[in-house]
T-cell receptor, first 113, second 112 residues
Framework: EPEVTQTPSHQVTQMGQEVILRCVPI?????FYWYRQILGQKVEFLVS????????KSEIFDDQFSVERPDGSNFTLKIRSTKLEDSAMYFC???????????FGSGTQLSVL | QQQVKQSPQSLIVQKGGISIINCAYE??????FPWYQQFPGKGPALLIA???DVSEKKEGRFTISFNKSAKQFSLHIMDSQPGDSATYFC???????????WGAGTKLIIKP
């Protein structure tokens, strides 16, 4: 069964450093998403991406965040200058239908020290 | 108004019993209501979803009941099995948007 893969599974970084979280969506999917879950809190939408541009973003997705699909297979989330409060599990997802039937990766646990 | 409230936070059910998890929402513009199942160390996986034009949808042992007037929907797991032990999330979205609004999750334990 096709799956969304995310790397790394764990990332530890120092506050103020840049991190890039990587995702390989399911190959025939057109819509791509990043969600995050801070420990003990709800899953939160960050951004959706379609046709090589951001289609929707939440208030969380400020200027420190960016997304890119550099080569037609990878989908990346970059945090330019990490803060302690960025520590969370970050999930990548993809779908063939807009906003529906999302397939999620296993997540990247980001720890900012 | 964007919130989805989920209960209970945790649930213990005997094997073979019925597990029931409830969600409530305020935004009447929501028109897509999925349930996700998550095992430890894995991402959420879509279990079943419903639109408000039907009051019930069944897939195997899993049923969503939807009450539009009460703005509530629930997941029923019939003949619950130990393999169903996981965290379950309800969510809601508006078709014109991309983002899912999530409930807080229910940790379900099925006792053998």
């Amino acid at each position: 069964e096709p799956e969304v893969t995310q790397t790394p599974s764990h990332q530890v970084t120092q506050m103020g450093q840049e991190v890039i979280l990587r995702c390989v969506p399911i190959s025939n999917h057109l819509y791509f998403y990043w969600y995050r879950q801070i420990l003990g809190q709800k899953v939160e939408f960050l951004v959706s991406f379609y046709n090589n541009e951001i289609s929707e973003k939440s208030e969380i997705f400020d200027d420190q965040f960016s997304v890119e699909r550099p080569d037609g297979s990878n989908f990346t989330l970059k945090i330019r200058s990490t803060k302690l409060e960025d520590s969370a599990m970050y999930f990548c997802a993809s779908s063939s239908d807009r906003g529906e039937k999302l397939f999620f990766g296993s997540g990247t646990q980001l720890s900012v020290l | 108004q964007q919130q989805v409230k989920q209960s209970p936070q945790s649930l213990i059910v005997q094997k073979g019993g019925i597990s029931i998890i409830n969600c409530a929402y305020e935004n009447t513009a929501f028109d897509y209501f999925p349930w996700y199942q998550q095992f430890p160390g894995k991402g959420p996986a879509l279990l079943i979803a419903i639109r408000p034009d039907v009051s019930e949808k069944k897939e195997g042992r899993f049923t969503i009941s939807f009450n539009k007037s009460a703005k509530q929907f629930s997941l029923h797991i019939m003949d619950s099995q130990p393999g169903d032990s996981a965290t379950y999330f309800c969510a809601a979205s508006i078709s014109s948007n991309y983002q899912l609004i999530w409930g807080a999750g229910t940790k379900l334990i099925i006792k053998p």
